[in-house]
């Protein structure tokens, strides 16, 4: 890069609402909810300053928001919107129709607990419960990441081999509203990089009329739009890296569908997203001085999940740990570690595999912690034990 | 026909349209809803006013109209449902049951 | 300036903690250096006791958990001393500056510092921002004390920051003001 690069001390949210004025999407129908609000307080003000062409509709509820950008999809614009925690719990059916319908909308999601009791902090289960709502989820770990996710989900969620909604995830409070260095693309930049969107199908073309979400009987096609459905989010994969290859060489900054650090020599690997990730490369480095060998598989991409690549990268680990920001009652561990066992199970690989649940409801998680996860492994290396088990990272037990 | 379904039930599930989009308007003519029909509507002319309530009424198009007058009835896609003799005001639609192959 | 610093600004709803936790990242921005600002979240009501934390690095920040053991404590309300443990995950070395009128040595006293090795310094901020900016707003005339105490940046430097940074949101009146306010903290500040 030979240009001065465009450097801003920015939260999160606000790098994002820079990325949708940059994007200029044609509509953006929004509730506010915490820790989402400052979004689409900044946006708003782009929309009355004529920065951008974007028709922004003040809806009354998540469910209109996402049911608006459905109708606006469907009629060939390129949409956007963004939500937090009961937002997108309200959105829940309107999810499954905007995938299932093909329509390429792009959503920050600021992850945050669901309630009860109510809790505005972050953690990851809002998304979580949506991951098989057929939308593409990248995760953030900071607001650089945030920002360069949004602008690559337009570019994912477009690709005429996808076409399917794409969420953009981050922590909200501790990455949505910190301060952040956050390196901006210029508007050229961003805007030939997106390109003009291109509908497949629109309910404005009277020409070609079309009907969109029609009824399908018994005897119908439903399995087989399913079975399609899942197809193109594992086609997704192959777009996601080229996308990011794409980005890399307009930002300099490389995205793949996990990172990893470390993990060459590794015995115990670390497994999560999110921006605890980042807490999570500092310990690595202190347990590294001392000599213990550990490393770190960030996840980027959740859906499509990399199952192959992570079975791959962790195969020649002793012990994994998984850490999940979320919880699934009545399962075994969290959803990233359910995907995880699956990955190393399905491609028959060796690592044993433990899981802790952390941060609940915006609960703390430090160094020491990740201390408390790597002295259980090794205590569990020294028995030889090969069993699983789900442990709670600051929990008062 | 821009879109040919009369194969739909082989396609593979990778054949099928984007999103489950139906790509052409008016192919319900390819769906012949007649075999649906227990009562059929019969027209007597001479009561007929042609004042077209029936044809306004009708859910399914499935009334005929030539030249402003009703000219019969699409006994393809008509579904025995009633509603044109419930509306006729001068009772010119008769709903007679359909004979079933034993009746005859 | 060292490598990393950790600083925990402690004030009420409204003084400006979360301001000037952001203005000192803007300052370090400037100096194209890495840094992190937050509040504590969710206490964002006028009044009540809240936290904001900056950390500043020339290396790239990774670490996303709250300040445990800061290296610098600010103080921007002298009543909080009591109420809050503004002490808390203090270590040896951490630097401890407080808004008020007293002196150094009574603020050691006061938090029961006598003996340690801890640098103490106090600055009246609010008067210094009363007779400058015309209201009682501390936080820009403390960012001046700061790198007094700290050495972490030049006053120049800060200075220029707050032309980038306020220059957007305010009017020149108000801008220098606060310049005049971030020289006067600096000179006045004082240390025991």
Not at chain 1, 295 to 302: A, E, I, N
Not at chain 1, 307 to 324: G, H, M, Q, R, T
Not at chain 2, 10 to 35: D, M, R
Not at chain 2, 76 to 88: L, S
């Amino acid at each position: 890069m030979t240009a001065k690069k465009k450097v801003a001390a920015i939260t999160a949210n606000v790098a994002c609402a820079y990325a949708m004025k940059q994007i200029d999407p044609d509509v953006v129908p929004a509730y506010p909810i915490t820790p989402q609000t400052t979004i689409m307080e900044e946006f708003s003000n782009y929309v009355a300053d004529g920065a951008v062409n974007t028709r922004l509709m003040r809806v009354e509820s998540e469910h209109s928001a996402m049911s608006a950008a459905i109708g606006a999809s469907a009629a060939g614009a390129r949409v956007m919107t963004a939500t937090s925690s009961q937002g997108l719990a309200l959105m829940w059916e309107m999810l499954y129709i905007a995938s299932a319908l093909r329509l390429p909308i792009v959503m920050q999601n600021v992850n945050r607990a669901l309630s009860a009791p109510i809790n505005i902090h972050c953690d990851h289960s809002d998304s979580m419960g949506a991951r098989d709502a057929g939308w593409i989820q990248l995760f953030s770990e900071n607001a650089q990441e945030a920002y360069d996710n949004t602008i690559q989900a337009v570019k994912i969620a477009e690709d005429m081999r996808v076409r399917l909604p794409v969420m953009v995830l981050y922590d909200g409070f501790i990455v949505s509203h910190a301060i952040d260095r956050v390196e901006l693309l210029d508007d050229e930049v961003v805007k030939d990089f997106i390109g003009d969107f291109k509908p497949v199908y629109s309910l404005l073309d009277v020409d070609n009329p079309v009907t969109v979400g029609p009824f399908d009987s018994l005897n119908g096609y439903y399995f087989e739009f399913k079975r399609m459905q899942e197809e193109v989010m594992r086609r997704a994969k192959s777009v996601i890296i080229k996308v990011g290859e794409e980005f890399m060489k307009v930002s300099g900054r490389s995205y793949g569908l996990f990172e990893t650090y470390q993990i060459e020599d590794a015995e115990y690997v670390l497994v999560l997203l999110g921006s605890a990730a980042g807490t999570a490369r500092v310990a690595v480095d202190n347990l590294r001085q001392q000599g213990i060998r550990i490393g770190l598989l960030k996840l980027r991409v959740f859906r499509p999940f990399p199952f192959e690549e992570i079975a791959k990268a962790l195969n020649s680990a002793k012990i994994v740990a998984v850490l999940d920001r979320s919880i699934s009652p009545g399962s075994q561990g969290g959803p990233v570690f359910q995907e995880v066992c699956s990955a190393l199970y399905s491609f028959d690989c060796s690592p044993v595999i433990v899981n802790y649940i952390y941060g609940l409801g915006g609960r703390e998680i430090e160094l020491a912690h990740f201390f408390k996860v790597v002295s259980d492994l090794e205590d569990l290396s020294e028995k030889r034990s090969k069993e699983s088990f789900v442990r709670y990272l600051n929990l008062r037990e | 026909m821009k879109w040919d379904v009369r194969r739909i039930r082989e396609w593979k599930f990778y054949e099928h349209p984007q999103g489950a989009t139906i790509l052409e308007a008016g192919n319900s003519l390819y769906y012949q809803t007649g075999s649906w029909r227990t009562f059929r509507p019969v027209w007597i002319g001479e009561k007929c006013t042609h004042c077209l309530y029936c044809f306004i009424f009708c859910p399914d198009a499935a009334v005929k109209v030539s030249k402003e007058k009703i000219a019969g009835f699409d006994y393809e896609h008509c579904k025995g449902c009633g509603i044109c003799a419930t509306e006729c005001p001068r009772e010119a639609i008769e709903m007679v049951e359909e004979q079933r192959e034993s009746d005859r | 300036m060292s490598s990393f610093w950790e600083i925990r600004w402690h004030g009420r709803g409204g003084q400006g903690a979360v301001t000037a936790a952001k203005f000192l990242a803007e300052v370090a921005l400037s100096k194209d250096f890495y840094f992190q600002a937050f509040p504590e979240y969710g206490a964002e009501r006028m009044g009540a006791p809240i936290q904001a934390f900056t950390r500043l690095s020339d290396a790239p920040i990774y670490i996303r958990s709250a300040i445990e053991k800061p290296d610098v404590i600010v103080v921007l309300d002298p009543t909080l001393i009591g109420t809050v443990d503004v002490l808390e995950g203090l270590k040896s070395d951490t630097i401890i500056l407080v808004n008020t009128p007293m002196s150094p040595a009574e603020v050691r006293k006061i938090l029961g510092l006598e003996g340690k090795k801890n640098r103490v310094f106090t600055v009246d901020a609010t008067k210094i921002a009363l007779e400058t900016i015309g209201r009682p707003i501390p936080n820009t005339p403390l960012v001046g004390a700061l790198v007094k105490a700290t050495g972490l940046f030049q006053l120049a430097e800060v200075v220029e920051g707050l032309k980038v940074s306020f220059g957007k949101k305010f009017s020149e009146e108000v801008i220098e003001g606060n310049i005049a306010a971030i020289k006067r903290a600096y000179e006045e500040v004082k240390e025991s």
